[in-house]
């Protein structure tokens, strides 16, 4: 007998939108033969790893030395602890220590970890609406409360809002920088801002509430953009990632939580999500893969493929009269739906499934009367859709 809650929640509208989706779109594919069905449902990246990073696959897998493949430190190799503190230390204009960065299966494993070590039962984590579809599960698993703070209209944080939730319960505010479902950028000054709100809060509760950045789109960004380094303006700062979509290995599994060296009692903290990391089943990361990525963190990537889907899906969109909101990272377009559809961002996608077009309801990102587009595809995926496109609008 399955348990209640678990089942509860495979049977809610929003327990897995985007995989459930894709599933469909699998289905369609075999009905209709894949260049017919125009599936933008999944953000699987599709650029292949950087030649640093296949070369770094070959030598490890060329090494038969004795143990390579047994148990190390739950909380990571030393070396490659030490590897992705540069990482860090680069990206957040501070230094970092190896002893602040733990290995972890992903970023969803990253915070299941600190979502454990840090929730009591009912406590809450703030994040801005959209968001991540999976945050609620994450919450959830660990008795937590997640609260859905709306954004403002052009998808900047409402720090008003952020505000008025604030209280001694609040464990975390988790922002995605660039964030999915939007691709919107938050900006030095709303880290700022936020990070005073979250002083402020301390100040008056005695909670410490942690700034937790969710960052595996940190490196894909455009039009010069950059993603803040929260370090620099908040102490008890935890940054989440994984190599997923910079790299393109979202199936390898690693990831890790790097933790502010200037924060309250790091080192406890650093202990409760390694325990974490050991008792969620997870017991280390992969360790190839931690070999791997101690060799090739620093590779080099062109995304300008991306930047050039965007633009054609946007052409797209634009000639079909469809709105949408300019990302400034990741590879996601969110869309408004048509008024006709007065906000059922389900019933517009069950549309467009008609004229074989699949997307995610933007709903089950927090995001309702919109819905979201990833352009990680192929070029002729978007250029062929534009048919269906008008089609389906022009039927309106």
Known sequence: MIAKHIQETINSKGASV?????????????????????????????????????????????????????YMPNAGYPFVREEIAKKISKEQGCTVKGENVIMTVGAASALNCVFKAILNPNDEVIVPAPFFAEYRHYAKNHNGLLIEVPSKNDFSLDLQAIKSKLNEKTAAVLINNPNNPTGKIYSEDEIKALSALLTENFKKTGRVTYLVCDEPYRAIVYDNAKVAPAFQFYDNTVIVSSFAKDLSLPGERIGYIAVNPKSDNPQEFISAVTFALRTLGCVNAPAFFQKVIAASWDAEVDYSSYEKRRDKLMKVLDNAGIEYYRPQGAFYLFCKVPQKFNGDDGEFCDYLKKYLILAAPGSGFGGKGWFRLAYCVSEKTIVSSEKAFLEAMKAL
């Open 18 to 70: 985007i995989r459930k989706m894709f599933e469909e779109g699998i289905v369609l594919k075999k009905q209709h033969g894949e260049d017919k069905v125009f599936d933008f449902t999944l953000g699987n990246p599709d650029l292949d790893p950087p030649e640093k990073v296949v070369k770094a696959i070959q030598e490890e897998a060329k090494n038969l030395s004795h143990g390579r493949h047994g």
